[in-house]
């Protein structure tokens, strides 16, 4: 019994050490960004044909250019920040805005607030899906 004990136990001991010594994933950190502001953080978008990044939290949308990090602006005034939804074809982007229930429309080359819609409770992301479009029909 005490010999059934042992194998047990070194085979689950060699089957923890492998797992710990598991290939890694391929990633690793190449860069570390600071991004200004308080309070918690949210959901970050990446736009890819704009190059930029938007990253809401709290009461503010931090906007860093894709390629330097570099901070480009600060959407503002967005209470609850959680997503952001960029449609470059129009120009637009839009932040929900949990706190005040509301999306915030934004300029996407300006990052100027253009307006706001009442939306469901706490509206926690947003997503763009692109329609076909029905010119050729």
């Given at each position: 019994?005490?010999?059934?004990?042992?194998?047990?136990?070194?085979?689950?001991?060699?089957?923890?050490?492998?797992s710990l010594a598991s290939p890694s994933s391929g990633y690793h950190i190449i860069k570390k960004v600071n991004v200004p502001g308080t309070g918690s953080w949210d959901y970050v978008t990446v736009d890819e044909a704009g190059r930029r990044v938007y990253i809401a939290h709290a009461t503010q949308v931090e906007v860093l250019d894709a390629d330097t990090s570099e901070l480009v602006g600060t959407?503002?005034?967005?209470?609850?920040a959680h997503g952001v939804a960029v449609v470059p074809e129009f120009g637009r982007g839009f932040v929900t805005a949990g706190k005040s229930d509301s999306v915030i429309i934004f300029d996407?080359?300006?990052?100027?607030?253009?307006?706001?819609?009442?939306?469901?409770?706490?509206?926690?992301?947003l997503s763009m899906i692109p329609v076909p479009s029905t010119s050729s029909r």
């Open positions: 019994m005490k010999r059934n004990f042992t194998v047990c136990t070194a085979i689950l001991g060699l089957f923890a050490i492998t959407i503002r005034n967005t209470p609850g996407l080359k300006t990052l100027k607030t253009l307006g706001e819609v009442k939306v469901e409770r706490n509206l926690m992301r």
